[in-house]
């Protein structure tokens, strides 16, 4: 059992340029995130799905976009690389059951733009 | 405005005796606590929740304390073991959404 997996694990842009970054989940989880770590500091929510083909902006969504066109695939877009968003990427996903449940982390992804 | 606040970023323990991780919140709408561990070069994953209408729940060597009154809860785990060397996030959120997570507790626990 996979879980979730995101693509790839590290990479390194310049200044401008464009990336795509996937996640994806093997458990029929209703709901994806898209975190962003920066050192020291916790996880900040950059956008977030709740089905598939819905999405919403969470607390840092300037200068990415998403796409959550099959309920297993969330993908990340970055349409021109800042430093600023030099950062470790962590997907998440979880299933909204009684109350709430916990979510479940890709591996992340690190991304250093120059 | 720092919604989920852990306020020691580090904690160093001897082996065996109790680590007590503490995290506070400010927005009274939380309904429903987490913690998540992380090692390095790894993403978080879940380690025990609490929700509003209680203040403990336990899962072995590991118990968190919610008091509603104080917004604060803590994360007790006893006896500590290196393996438990890690960072632990504070996560809270309400009406079943996303959750708001904190900086994190780097825990230490030295042999």
């Known amino acids: 059992n996979a ?5 790839p694990k590290f990479r390194v842009l310049k200044t401008g340029q464009s990336m795509t970054l996937l996640c994806a989940q093997d458990m029929n989880h209703e709901y994806m995130y898209w975190y962003r770590q920066d050192p020291g500091m916790g996880l900040r929510l950059i ?8 999405t919403a902006k969470g607390e840092v969504p300037d200068g990415y976009n998403v ?3 099959k309920k297993q695939n969330f993908l990340l877009g970055l349409e021109s690389a800042a430093p600023s ?8 996903s979880s299933s909204p059951g009684q109350g709430f449940t916990e979510a479940f982390f890709g591996q992340g992804t690190r991304l250093t733009v120059v | ?12 323990v001897q082996e065996g005796r109790i680590s007590i991780l503490n ?13 998540y561990k992380k ?3 790894e993403g978080p994953t879940f380690l025990i929740s609490i929700s509003s209408i209680k203040d403990k729940n336990e899962d072995g060597r590991f118990t968190v304390f919610l008091n509603k009154s104080a917004k604060h ?17 504070c996560a809270a959120s309400y009406n079943a959404g996303k959750s708001t997570f904190g900086d994190g507790t780097t825990l230490t626990v030295k042999p």
């Open chain 1, 67 to 69: 796409s959550r066109l």
């Open chain 2, 1 to 12: 405005d720092q919604q989920v606040k852990q306020n020691s970023p580090s904690l160093s």
């Open chain 2, 73 to 89: 809860l803590s994360l007790h785990i006893v006896p500590s073991q290196p393996g438990d060397s890690a960072v632990y996030f």
């Open chain 1, 3 to 7: 879980g979730v997996t995101q693509t």
């Open chain 1, 47 to 54: 956008h977030y799905s709740v089905g598939e083909g819905t």
């Open chain 1, 85 to 92: 968003q030099t950062s470790v990427y962590f997907c998440a």
């Open chain 2, 39 to 41: 090692y390095p070069a």
């Open chain 2, 23 to 35: 995290c506070d919140y400010t927005n009274s709408m939380f309904d429903y606590f987490l913690w």
